[in-house]
């Protein structure tokens, strides 16, 4: 049931992109971005309320959120809409997936998860995969180099990462769509801040095509994956569970290939497999996990 789950994540991440895209020619980046936050945390909210799911009323609780929000949603919806501007997709696409890495290792020192080597490799296949899909459209510089492209990316990196940390670290805790709902409206604040100051005098046109794309993004694309990651990492290795992320350049890849017929290399191929490889590496059961009786 995780791998369905994991699987309907990444898909609706992958496409996440092309709707951001979409967005993005009539409203300025931070500025959807906000939109796309408070959307997604406003719906999840109401289940929550809905449902008289409990909030949380420790100061601990709050800073987690808080803390949760300024990383998943201010640092990353930043870091990622802003290095877009710099950085070929290429480049992107394999410095966005050193983050299974970089939340596998915190994931071993902040909650002592055994990092084994089974699932070392197959995260390091899973990234060797990815530098082989990006390899093409490597060269592909932005308007001014990649140097500030990569400072924008390393702080959505990181950000996501030390997210994930917690989130799995306060999932146990915290009912999970409280805590979802409740980062992304916190994480929605330094973005929606930033908006007027970094985006002054930017068109903005409030058309249909942007409204869809807002409702896309915000409900299934971000509400329903937050609720569906979280549900995971209460069962789940962090760094289990993130070696899916891998799957996201893969289905845009299907995707692409599908509806716009994109040609696919055989470099692109490859890496491919090697990804989807590498995934089952990570998470094929060892012999003490095919043992354990099921109830």
Request: net charge neutral; charged share 10%.
């Amino acid at each position: 049931m995780n791998v369905i789950k994991l699987l309907i994540v990444f898909f609706l991440w992958a496409l996440c992109f092309p709707l951001i895209e979409i967005g993005q020619a009539s409203v300025p980046p931070l500025l959807f971005a906000t939109f796309r936050a408070l959307l997604a945390g406003l719906a999840l909210l109401v289940i929550a309320s809905a449902l008289k799911r409990p909030w949380p009323t420790s100061v601990r609780a709050w800073v987690q959120i808080g803390v949760i929000g300024l990383g998943a949603t201010s640092l990353g919806f930043w870091g990622m809409f802003e290095a877009a501007r710099w950085v070929s997709p290429g480049l992107a696409t394999v410095v966005a997936n050193i983050q299974p890495l970089v939340a596998a290792g915190l994931a071993a020192v902040f909650l002592k998860e055994t990092l084994s080597l089974k699932t070392l490799c197959g995260l390091v296949g899973g990234f060797v995969g990815i530098v082989l899909i990006a390899l093409p459209s490597f060269g592909q510089n932005g308007p001014d180099g990649p140097a500030v492209g990569f400072g924008f990316l390393a702080i959505s990196m990181l950000g996501i990462s030390i997210s994930n940390v917690m989130i799995k670290h306060a999932v146990t805790s915290i009912d999970p769509l409280v805590m979802m709902g409740l980062q992304l409206m916190f994480g929605a604040i330094p973005l929606g801040l930033a908006s007027p100051i970094v985006e002054a005098g930017r068109a903005i046109e409030f058309t249909g095509a942007f409204g869809l794309s807002l409702v896309l993004l915000a409900l299934p694309g971000t509400a329903l994956v937050y609720w569906l990651w979280t549900d995971v990492l209460r069962r789940t290795e962090l760094s289990r569970a993130n070696a899916f992320s891998f799957l996201v350049p893969v289905i845009g890849l299907g995707l692409g290939w599908t509806f716009y017929n994109e040609t696919l290399s055989p470099m692109t191929l490859l890496g491919a497999l090697v990804v989807i490889g590498g995934l089952a590496a990570a998470n094929w059961p060892s012999q003490e996990e095919k043992h354990v009786p099921t109830h």
